[in-house]
């Protein structure tokens, strides 16, 4: 069975930095395409970053361009978020999810971040 | 950025009904759309991928069809379980885009 856990959500401090982690399981994690998507309180979903099986292919929302960074270790099963200079406007529900055809079909429960002073 | 318009925002019908939900988009994404439902406190889940191929799992009542720039989803007998959020989302091209929901409440 597939399964996906998030971690490394909390408070942060306007301008401030944290690093979510999404460990894999039930597949094979190295031959996975996989996503971030958050949903802020209330909100709908948004797509925030990809990153290819082999690191090869890295994209990101125009909102989080040059602040968020996308990795992997295919060695850990995991996936990784590195968010910095963070916004209020990046409160939001963090989801992990593996990539098939053109959807996101494996969804982690999600970890929550607030950015508050 | 390919904007994505779900319509209706929201939706109310009864068990037995057949109900539609469209999505636009503001360019071409071929056949790369898939819709998802999300229930309250959950994560989203794939109902329906390439415009019209059925997650496994998920009760053929639901069918997706369109191609280009519109598309739908369809519901052809509302069950009680139902009830939730409704998104539609392009991987054409990067970014990809969600729409903005369509929620569904059974009446």
């Known amino acids: 069975e597939v399964q996906l856990v998030e971690s490394g959500g909390g408070l942060a401090q306007p301008g401030g930095s944290l690093r979510l982690s999404c460990a894999a399981s039930g597949f094979i994690f190295s031959t996975y395409n996989m996503n971030w998507v958050r949903q802020a309180p209330g909100k709908g979903l948004q797509w925030i970053s990809y990153i290819g099986s082999a690191t090869n292919d890295i994209y990101y929302a125009n909102s989080v361009r040059g602040r968020f960074t996308v990795s992997r270790d295919n060695a850990k099963n995991s996936l990784y978020l590195q968010m910095s200079s963070l916004r209020d406007e990046d409160t939001a529900l963090y989801y992990c999810?593996?990539?098939?055809?053109?959807?996101?079909?494996?969804w982690g429960q999600g970890t929550l971040v607030t950015v508050s002073s | 950025d390919i904007q994505m318009t779900q319509s209706p925002s929201s939706v109310s019908a009864s068990v037995g009904d057949r109900v539609t939900i469209t999505c636009r988009a503001s360019?071409?994404?071929?056949?790369?759309l898939a819709w998802y439902q999300q229930k309250p406190g959950k994560a989203p889940k794939l109902l329906i991928y390439?415009?019209?191929i059925l997650q496994g799992g998920v009760p053929s009542r639901f069918s997706g069809s369109g191609s280009g720039t519109d598309f739908t989803l369809t519901i052809s007998s509302l069950q009680p379980e139902d009830s939730g959020t409704y998104y539609c989302q392009q991987a054409n091209s990067f970014p990809y885009t969600f729409g903005q929901g369509t929620e569904l409440a059974i009446k």
């Open positions: 999810a593996t990539y098939s055809s053109g959807s996101l079909d494996h």
């Open positions: 390439a415009t019209s």
């Open positions: 360019q071409g994404v071929s056949s790369w």
